[in-house]
């Protein structure tokens, strides 16, 4: 039976996709003892396991990476490809402001929060990349109004702008109500918009658009942290 290869960033699901019968490539940071245990714990399930060392702070360790993914699939499987990309990289800083160090933070920040020189160059690049694949969909986010963009980053329509450019099907996201969906799916870029905050806040949203209804008001402080409060208890149109 072909098995599945998935390339994974680390973490404790290298062991669960593991147990699910997945071959995994893995990456790690700093710590080999660590990853080598996981290595052999894969393999005691009977599955495949291989570690590559990687900064994902970096971008230029990338190139090198792919080359020796690609490299190692091609000589152990006959082929470069492989089955999921599984990015769940992450770093956090566990100490008060004045115990972080610039260092410190700097990382943190370029894991999570990568600033580009030339986001349009990067991003019509990745594109074009993805434009050669075969897949359903690609998910496109608008800037978000809470997370203001860099001075130097364009001021365009990002729909417009990188959605012009994508050959799959575009579902377009982040911060859309009735009429601005309306009017995004009008402009026939993208075909379909998901939604965040107001399905939280509306489990009948369709329906609730569809009526033209109110719509329950988003709480914020519930949202990001806490138990089932917030996420299961929004009153229904006909509650
Ligand atoms: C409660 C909540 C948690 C979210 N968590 C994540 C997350 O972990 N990772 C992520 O990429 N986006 C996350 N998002 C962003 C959503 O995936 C989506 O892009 C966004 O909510 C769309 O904008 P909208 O809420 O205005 O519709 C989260 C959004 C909300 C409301």
Known sequence: ???????????????NLAKKGNNIIFTYHSNKVEADKVVTEVLSLGQK???????????????????????????????????????????????????????AFDAMMNVHFMILDDPAGTYTYLIEELNKLDFAYVELMRRSPYFPSPAHYPKDDEIEFFGRKIRQT???????????TEAELD??????????????????????????AALNEPDKAT?????????????????
């Not at 590559?52 to 971008?59: E, F, H, K, M, T």
């Not at 575009?170 to 601005?180: E, H, M, T």
């Not at 993208?190 to 009526?211: H, M, V, Y």
């Not at 949202?223 to 509650?239: K, Q, R, V």
């Open 49 to 103: 396991a291989i570690a590559y060392q990687l900064d994902v702070s970096n971008i230029k360790n990338f190139d090198a990476f792919l080359d020796q993914v690609s490299g190692h699939l091609t000589q152990h499987e006959g082929s470069p490809n492989f089955d999921f990309l599984i990015n769940n990289a992450g770093a956090g800083i566990y100490g008060s402001v004045s115990e972080t160090t610039e260092e």
């Open 223 to 239: 949202m990001f942290s806490g138990a089932e409060h917030g996420y299961i208890d929004y009153p229904l149109l006909n509650d």
């Open 1 to 15: 039976m072909l098995q599945e290869v998935a390339v994974v960033w680390a973490g404790d699901m290298v062991i």
């Open 187 to 212: 402009k026939g870029i993208a075909k379909l918009i998901s939604f965040g905050t107001l399905f939280i806040a509306n489990p009948d949203l369709p329906q609730r658009f569809e009526k033209n």
């Open 170 to 180: 575009i579902i377009a996201n982040a911060g859309y109500d009735k009429d601005s």
